[in-house]
């Protein structure tokens, strides 16, 4: 009998990466993603540590499937992600309600740990990895608008930022092969998707150096472009996130091209000038700064200061004055000062940011922080400091999305907007949503086109535009 699993994914994009490897092993067990709990003989919840707030989320979805439970007969539930990797078997123990308990590195032995739950006992497997990448399992897309997609091109965290618990949860940093990335995406164009964001906690430092082969006679006679073949590299040489994006890029011309999280520390020009070279790659980067105070930043073990950071966003306006940033800020880490704080406020309008994410300093269990520093902010400081910063950010953005009035953008669409049905919502090549109507001289638009349009007003957080004209494929400048 076929059997049903609905997987909810809370926290990064890694989360929604990673759950749709988990349906693809499944899939071999004969389980079909559903869309709701109500539907499901498993639940999934594939879960973030990240702040307190975020824990307690899922916890409360937890005490949620007790009454599910009740009225469903046979349901089991499981808890995947970086709860599961920090709370271990204590989550057995405080939540009696789920059975299954597995950290990021174990999906592989999902089915032996479904067996033994099946027979009525609790399982648990949180083991870390140096190595697992889930490097050649194609995964099952959970997200069904068919056009943009997530390819996780390496897992862990090496970096140990004070106030972080994603090394703890995720473990050490390792990146996947090379051309199995190369590989999914040209599935993903196989299957007619328009977008990709390559994903990792710090895609600067990824590294990949292929194991030596003899050299074929019989190798590729087709004339087709194998990208690690170039002259500069023979082979072994290797492949670092420039060279990466480069494959990724040439491999997939039709394909707009993303990622996240860069960071600053690690950003090099060699990956500015292969985003400049290339129309597919998009014209926007995430560059968390997390504090405008170098002395903040110091205590956080960031790994740079201000003026390092001011430098890398020189850099990026050299290389393309059009490029959009975006960031993380955290309000009120230990030790903060209104002088510290005013240096982020500051730094805020100085950069002229198109988004950002803001948060509140949250402890968490483990880190170099909770260790070394006291939380020593009160609680409405922080709350105030965070109103201070969102306030400076909304009038940034508002100056960044005023600037492209007037400006044609290519824009891929993505769906139907929420507000309205007679208009689709799509992104700019610098991630702003743009919202277009539906129909454009008569002519029905459809997720997936990529057009062009003029930007004829700005909201806040959104744009919107007037299609000009539907342009068949991105452009490659190569
Ligand atoms: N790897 C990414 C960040 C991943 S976590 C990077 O290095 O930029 C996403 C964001 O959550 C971080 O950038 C940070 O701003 C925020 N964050 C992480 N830990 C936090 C904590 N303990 N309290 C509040 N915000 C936190
Ligand atoms: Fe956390 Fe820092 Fe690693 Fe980002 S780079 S995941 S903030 S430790
Ligand atoms: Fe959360 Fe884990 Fe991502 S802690 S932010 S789900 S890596």
Redesign the pocket.
């Known amino acids: 009998m076929q059997k049903k699993v609905y997987i909810e994914s809370y926290g990064?994009q890694m989360n929604v990466s990673d759950s749709e490897v988990v349906a693809s092993i499944l899939a071999k067990e004969g389980y079909t993603p559903v869309k709701s709990a109500e539907e499901a003989d498993l639940v999934l919840l594939n879960t973030c540590s990240?702040?307190e707030k975020a824990e307690y989320t899922v916890l409360q979805r937890i005490n949620e499937m007790n009454n599910l439970k009740a009225r469903k007969k046979g349901l089991k539930v499981g808890v995947l992600g970086c709860m599961a990797e920090r709370m271990r078997e204590d989550l057995l123990e405080k939540k009696k309600v789920v059975d299954l308990v597995v950290g990021p590195d174990a999906y592989r032995t999902l089915p032996e740990l479904l067996e033994k739950v099946g027979t009525g006992q609790k399982a648990v497997n949180v083991l870390l990895s140096r190595e697992e990448t889930y490097g050649e399992i194609i995964p099952v897309r959970l997200d069904t608008s068919g056009v943009t997609a997530f390819v996780t091109i390496m897992r862990g965290?090496d970096?140990m930022?004070a106030?972080?618990?994603?090394p703890f949860t995720r473990g050490r940093e390792r990146s996947r092969d090379a051309h199995s990335i190369v590989e999914e995406c040209l599935d993903l164009v196989a299957k007619d998707y328009k977008e990709v964001t390559l994903l990792g906690?710090?895609v600067d430092s990824y590294k990949w150096r292929p194991t030596p082969s003899v050299p074929d006679a019989g190798a590729d006679s087709t004339g087709s472009v194998d990208p690690l073949d170039r002259p500069a590299n023979d082979g072994r040489a290797t492949v670092d996130f420039a060279d990466l994006l480069e494959m990724v890029a040439i491999a997939c011309p039709t394909l707009r091209i993303r990622y996240s999280?860069s960071?600053p520390k690690d950003m090099t020009d060699k990956v500015l000038q292969v985003m400049a070279h290339y129309d597919n790659i998009c014209k926007y980067i995430h560059l968390?700064v997390?504090s405008g105070s170098s002395e903040v930043l110091k205590r956080m073990n960031r790994g740079y200061d201000r003026a390092w950071y001011m430098e890398r966003m020189a850099s990026i306006r050299k290389h393309m004055p059009d490029c959009a940033i975006s960031t993380?800020?955290?309000a009120g880490f230990c030790g903060e000062t209104e002088a510290d704080h005013r240096q982020t406020l500051e730094l805020i309008g100085e950069v002229g940011y198109d988004m950002a994410?803001m948060?509140?300093?949250?402890?968490?269990p483990k880190?170099l922080a909770a260790r070394k520093y006291p939380d020593d902010v009160p609680e409405e400081v922080k709350g105030r400091r965070l109103a201070e910063i969102i306030e400076a950010q909304k009038v940034a953005s508002g100056k960044r999305l005023q600037s492209y009035l007037g400006q044609f953008h290519e824009v891929l669409l993505e769906g139907v907007s929420k507000r309205s049905t007679e208009h689709l919502y799509g992104r700019n090549s610098q991630n702003s949503v743009v919202i277009v109507p539906r129909v454009a001289d008569g002519v029905e638009l459809k997720p997936g086109q990529l057009v062009r349009a003029e930007i004829i007003s700005a909201t806040i957080g959104s744009l919107k535009g007037r299609v000009v004209s539907v342009v068949n494929e991105v452009a490659l400048t190569a």
């Open positions: 990064c990240i702040r965290c970096n930022c106030f972080c618990v994603v906690q710090n999280t960071h968390p997390q993380d800020i955290i994410f948060f509140k300093y949250s402890e968490r880190t």
